[in-house]
C-alpha cells in the first residue's frame, strides 16, 4: 500500500466496467437493456464511491488516532458545480472510466450532462471556499467544511424577451449520489423565547434562556476527494427539521394545526439560498440560517473535541480554529461564549480568551452595502440571549480597549461600538467579528490594505498584528486539468504531469513561448476549444459565432461595480464606428457574456436587458459583416464557466479601483491563457505583477486616483459634453434604435451616469478602457506574438493556486500541520 494516500488500490478498467454493472442491478434496480443515462450515470457514482468511501474511512481514523487539530470552514455558500469528473479526475481514474464507459457503449461526456450543478453559493466567495476544500483535502490538512444544505441552490436563469426570469433550481429532487446522511449526527438548536435571571444558592447570578422553538439540524456528509487520493475530508451541510412532531405540547401551544405550522416554518430554514450578493436585506430567516448552522457546526465540533479530549476544555484552542467566510457566520462568536458561560459554567475571562483563540475572519468586500448589520431589535426576538453577549462583549471592549488607548475619547466609542447608536439601533457583523477573532484578513494585497486604512483603521491600532493578506487562488485540478485537457496534456507532454499539485511548475512552459511548434499547438488548441464553445453557444442561443474571431469574455454576477456596462458602451463604440465608416477595419470580435443579477437588483437588471437587445440588433445587421457579434450566455454558473474559460482570447476584469476585493475569475481566464484587458484593482494587481506589462492590457484610474477624483468632486456631466463618442452613444440608447416602437426602453443605463452621477466612473475610464481593447486589438494582429503572450499567461499563474491560499493560511492564521493518511 502507498504510504499517505487515503485510497489504497484504484480499480482497472474491468474492474471499473463490472463495478458499474454490479451497481447497476445491485443499486439502481435496472438492466443493461433498459438504463437511462441517468441510471448509468448513478452506477458509475456508486461505483467510484466505493472507492471515496475508502478513502472517507481511512481520513477519518487517521485523524482520530493521531488527534489531530484542525480548521473548520464556516460558510454560508459552497459553490461546488458537478462532482462527476472532479471526483474521477482526484481519485485518477478518470480515462479508466472513460475507457470502461466506452466498452459499455456510452460517452463520458453525456454521463457527465447528468449532473446539476450543486449550486448552493452566489458568486465568487461561495467558489472560493469550494476550491478551498479542495486544496485542503489535497495538502492533507485535516478540515471541515460547514454549511447549509439548500433545497434550493442559486435559481436558474431564462432570458424573456432579453429580460431576466428567475426559476427554482431543485438540483437534489431526485436525490445526490455524492452525499451521505447521518441522523446518529443530529443536533437540536434552539430560537426565540425569553431570558431569565436567576441566582444559585451562592447568590451568583445565571441567565437562563427559555426557547421559543427548537429545531433539529440533520448532516449530510459530502465527501471532498484530494488529488490523486490524498486525504477525503468532509463537507457537512445541515439541514433544518422539525423537532419531533410528537413531543410538542399541541394542547398548550394553540393545538395540532398551529404545531403543524411550526413544523413546517422549521423546515423552511434551509429551503433556499439568498440570491443577493453584495446586498444586504437584513431578513429574519436569513438570521435564522445563519444561526442555525453555526449552532449545528458548534455542538458537532464539541461533541467530536469531548470524545477526543473530555470534558477539559483547556487544549479547545489548540485542537480548533474556526475560519468566518466573511461576517455570515459571526454569530457563531456569542453562541460559543453562550455554551461556555451559561452551559460549561466558565468564568467569562476564560471563556472569552476560548473565543479570541479561535476564531479567525476573512472580509470579502468593502462595499457599504454589502456590510452586514441587524437590528437590535430583530436580534432580541430572535436570539435574546446572544444579544446580552453582544452587549457584554461590547461594554468589555469599549471600557478595556477602547477607553485605554483613548481615554475618554466618545467619538472613538461611537465609531468602534459593536452597536451602531441609530434611529434603529444595529449589531456591526463586522466590528462583532473583528473583536472576537485572532486574525483578519483580505483577499488580496490591495484588499487587504483597505481592509485596514478604510474599513478598521483603529481596529489596527489596537491590534496591529490582527490583520493579514492572504491573496485568493483557484485549483488547478478543476480549473486546468479538468476543464481543458487538451491544454493539460500539452502541458503534461512539455513540463511533466506534477503542475497539478505544484502549479509553480508551470513556470518551465516559459521556457517554450518563442518556440514556434509550441506556439502552433497551444493555438490549435485554444481554437479547438472555441469551436466547442461555439457549438454550446448555436445549442443555446441558436447565434452563430466565428471561432477564428477574438472572443472576449466577461463572466460574473452582475453589478454596476464590475461594469459589464462599460463593456457595452465599448461594443457599442465599435458598432458606431462599424455604420459611420462601412470599411473600418477591425479584428473580428466576439463579445460573451455570463451572469446573473440579484432578482431585486433593478438597474443590474435593465443592464442585461440593454446587452441583449443590443446583441440582437449588432446580430442581425449585414452592414456589421460579422465584425461584431454579442452573445449573453443564459443561466451561468460553474458548469458553463468550464465551457467557456478555456475558449477565452480576453478576460474581461473591469471593475472600478477599490471595488473588486481579488477577483478569482481573472485568474481562472489568465491560467488559460487569456489576456487581461483589467484596472489595477483587487488581485489583477498581482496578476500584472507575475506576468508582467507586456502581457496584460491595464487601464483606468488607480485607487489613489478614485479617492482624489471622489474628493474633489466628479461630474460625469462633463465627459458627457466634452466627448461627443460618449455622448453619441449615451443618446443613442435613449432613442428606439435598439427596441423598435418603444424609445427609452435602455435609459436606466444614461440615467443612472448622468442624473445618478455614474457611481462607478464608467466615463471616468471610458477612453482609457478603448485604448486598451485597440492594444489587445493590435497585438492579436500578431499571432505568433499573441501565442507568446497567452503562453506566458498560462506559464506564469503559479502564484494563484488555491493550493497557495491554504498554505498562507496555514502559516498566517491556523498553524496546523498536514496529516499523513494511513490505510487499513
Ligand atoms: C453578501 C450578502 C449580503 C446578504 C445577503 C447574502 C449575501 C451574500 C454574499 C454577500 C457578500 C459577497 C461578497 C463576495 O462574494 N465577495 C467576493 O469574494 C470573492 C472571494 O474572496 C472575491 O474574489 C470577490 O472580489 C468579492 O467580490
Known amino acids: 500500500a502507498k504510504a499517505s494516500v487515503a485510497i489504497a488500490a484504484l480499480p482497472s478498467t474491468e474492474e471499473l466496467k463490472n463495478s458499474i454493472i454490479k451497481h447497476l442491478h445491485g443499486s439502481l434496480g435496472t438492466d443493461v437493456n433498459k438504463a437511462s443515462p441517468q441510471a448509468w450515470w448513478r452506477a458509475t457514482c456508486a461505483a467510484v464511491n466505493e472507492y471515496v468511501y475508502d478513502g472517507l474511512r481511512n481520513t477519518q481514523r487517521t485523524h482520530y488516532l493521531q488527534n489531530t487539530r484542525a480548521v473548520h470552514y464556516f460558510s454560508l455558500e459552497y459553490l461546488m458545480g458537478r462532482l462527476f469528473s472532479n471526483n474521477l479526475h482526484n481519485i485518477g481514474v478518470y480515462d479508466a472510466a472513460k475507457v470502461a464507459l466506452a466498452e459499455l457503449g456510452l460517452n463520458i461526456a453525456d454521463l457527465e450532462d447528468q449532473e446539476e450543478d450543486m449550486a448552493l453559493g452566489n458568486g465568487g466567495l461561495g467558489r472560493l471556499a469550494a476550491c478551498f476544500i479542495d486544496s485542503m483535502a489535497t495538502l492533507n490538512f485535516p478540515a471541515i467544511g460547514y454549511g447549509i444544505h439548500y433545497e434550493h441552490g442559486l435559481f436558474k436563469q431564462e432570458f424573456s424577451d432579453g429580460r431576466q426570469i428567475e426559476r427554482p433550481d431543485s438540483w437534489r429532487e431526485y436525490g445526490n449520489p455524492w452525499e451521505i446522511c447521518r441522523p446518529e449526527s ?3 438548536i434552539s430560537v426565540y423565547g425569553y431570558v431569565e435571571t436567576t441566582y444559585d444558592l451562592q447568590g451568583k447570578m445565571k441567565k437562563v434562556w427559555h426557547p421559543g422553538r427548537i429545531i433539529k439540524g440533520v448532516p449530510w456528509d459530502i465527501p471532498v476527494v484530494g488529488y490523486q487520493g490524498s486525504s477525503v475530508n468532509v463537507l457537512r451541510l445541515w439541514e433544518s ?14 393545538g395540532y394545526i398551529d404545531a403543524a405550522r411550526q413544523n413546517i416554518e422549521a423546515e423552511t430554514i434551509s429551503k433556499v439560498l439568498y440570491p443577493n450578493d453584495e446586498t444586504d436585506a437584513g431578513k429574519e430567516l436569513r438570521l435564522i440560517q445563519q444561526y442555525f448552522f453555526c449552532s449545528c457546526s458548534l455542538k458537532d465540533i464539541i461533541r467530536r473535541y469531548k470524545r477526543a479530549n473530555g470534558d477539559d476544555w483547556s487544549k479547545f484552542p489548540q485542537q480548533v480554529a474556526i475560519q468566518l467566510n466573511d461576517t455570515h457566520p459571526a454569530v457563531a462568536i456569542p453562541e460559543l461564549m453562550r455554551i461556555l458561560v451559561d452551559r460549561a459554567d466558565m468564568g467569562w475571562d476564560d471563556a472569552w480568551n476560548i473565543c479570541q483563540h479561535v476564531f479567525a475572519y476573512t472580509n470579502h468586500t468593502l462595499l457599504p452595502e454589502a456590510l452586514e448589520k441587524w437590528s437590535v431589535r430583530l436580534f432580541e426576538k430572535v436570539l435574546p440571549r446572544h444579544l446580552e453577549i453582544i452587549y457584554e462583549i461590547n461594554r468589555r471592549f469599549l471600557v478595556e480597549q477602547v477607553d485605554v488607548l483613548w481615554p475618554g475619547d466618545n467619538d472613538k466609542k461611537r465609531k468602534l461600538s459593536i452597536i451602531e447608536e441609530s434611529h434603529e439601533p ?5 466590528h462583532l467579528s473583528v473583536v472576537g477573532s485572532f486574525r483578519v484578513n483580505g483577499v488580496a494585497q490591495i484588499h487587504s490594505e483597505l481592509v485596514k486604512s478604510d474599513l478598521f483603521p483603529e481596529m489596527v491600532a489596537l491590534w496591529p498584528d490582527k490583520f493579514t493578506n492572504v491573496t485568493n487562488g483557484v485549483t488547478p485540478r478543476r480549473w486546468l486539468k479538468a476543464c481543458n485537457p487538451r491544454l493539460a496534456k500539452l502541458l503534461d507532454e512539455t513540463i511533466g ?14 521556457a517554450f513561448a518563442d518556440d514556434p511548434a509550441i506556439q502552433d499547438a497551444f493555438m490549435a488548441i485554444k481554437q479547438q476549444n472555441k469551436a466547442d464553445l461555439a457549438t454550446v453557444v448555436k445549442k443555446l442561443t441558436n447565434i452563430s459565432i466565428d471561432p477564428h474571431a477574438i472572443f472576449d469574455v ?5 453589478h454596476e461595480y464590475k461594469r459589464q456596462h462599460l463593456n457595452l458602451l465599448h461594443i457599442l463604440a465599435l458598432y458606431r464606428r462599424i455604420l459611420q465608416n462601412p470599411d473600418y477595419d477591425m479584428v473580428p470580435r466576439v463579445f460573451l457574456f455570463g451572469a446573473k443579477a440579484a432578482p431585486g ?11 441583449n437587445k443590443v446583441a440582437e440588433k449588432i446580430n442581425n445587421d449585414k452592414r456589421v459583416k460579422n465584425r461584431l457579434k454579442v452573445v449573453f450566455m443564459p443561466n451561468y454558473r460553474v458548469t458553463l464557466a468550464e465551457k467557456m474559460i478555456p475558449a477565452a482570447d480576453v478576460s474581461e476584469q473591469i471593475s472600478t479601483a477599490g471595488k473588486e476585493a481579488s477577483g478569482t475569475g481573472n485568474m481562472k481566464l489568465a491560467l488559460n491563457g487569456a489576456i487581461t ?4 484593482d483587487g488581485a489583477n494587481i498581482e496578476i500584472a505583477e507575475e506576468v508582467g506589462p507586456d502581457n496584460i492590457s491595464i487601464f483606468g484610474l488607480t485607487v489613489d486616483e478614485v479617492k482624489a477624483l471622489q474628493a474633489k468632486g466628479y461630474h460625469s456631466w462633463d465627459y458627457y459634453y466634452q466627448d461627443t463618442e460618449i455622448k453619441a452613444i449615451l443618446d443613442w440608447l435613449e432613442t428606439d434604435y435598439f427596441t423598435p416602437g418603444k424609445p427609452g426602453e435602455l435609459s436606466a443605463i444614461k440615467r443612472s451616469l448622468l442624473e445618478g452621477g455614474d457611481p462607478y466612473l464608467v466615463l471616468a475610464d471610458f477612453q482609457s478602457y478603448v485604448k486598451a481593447q485597440e492594444k489587445v486589438e493590435s497585438w492579436y494582429r500578431d499571432q505568433s506574438g499573441w501565442a507568446k503572450k497567452a503562453i506566458l499567461n498560462t506559464a506564469l499563474m503559479g502564484k494563484f493556486t488555491s493550493d497557495r491560499s491554504i498554505e498562507d493560511y496555514v502559516e ?4 496546523l500541520d498536514a496529516c499523513k493518511i494511513s490505510q487499513d
Not at 423537532?243 to 394542547?251: A, I, K
Not at 444595529?426 to 463586522?430: A, F
Not at 466577461?554 to 452582475?558: P, S
Not at 498566517?812 to 498553524?815: D, G, L
Open 677 to 680: 484587458v483589467g484596472t489595477l
Open 497 to 510: 504531469d506534477e503542475w497539478p499539485r505544484d502549479l509553480k511548475q508551470l513556470e518551465k512552459f516559459a
Open 554 to 558: 466577461q463572466i460574473k454576477r452582475l
Open 241 to 254: 427539521r422539525a423537532s419531533d412532531f410528537f413531543n410538542w405540547d399541541v394542547f398548550n401551544s394553540g
Open 601 to 611: 437588483y433593478k438597474l443590474a437588471k435593465e443592464i442585461i436587458y440593454a446587452i
Open 812 to 815: 498566517r492564521v491556523w498553524k
Open 186 to 188: 443530529i443536533q437540536e
Open 426 to 430: 444595529m449589531v456591526r457583523m463586522g
